[in-house]
């Protein structure tokens, strides 16, 4: 993966417009599918900010108890 990553973008991120984000994109999210959703995903997806404390609480419980379904 790395070797496929490497020099996609430029460091000045001039080559955006090339799409070479989306392979870098793939790269990285096509890998976690292989780590345990409590490993991979489910630590971004708890860093998530809402607007409503109401919607976190419900999306964090919701992420709580994926955890205890595996």
Do not use: C, W
């Amino acid at each position: 993966m790395l070797a496929e990553i490497h020099g996609k973008i430029s460091s000045d991120g001039s080559n955006l417009s090339e799409r070479l984000e989306d392979q870098l994109t793939a790269n990285v999210f096509g890998t976690l599918r292989y780590l345990p959703f409590h490993k991979g995903i489910q630590p971004i997806f708890s860093k998530a900010v809402f607007f409503s404390q109401t919607d976190q609480t419900v999306f964090i419980n919701g992420l709580a108890a994926q955890k205890t379904n595996l």
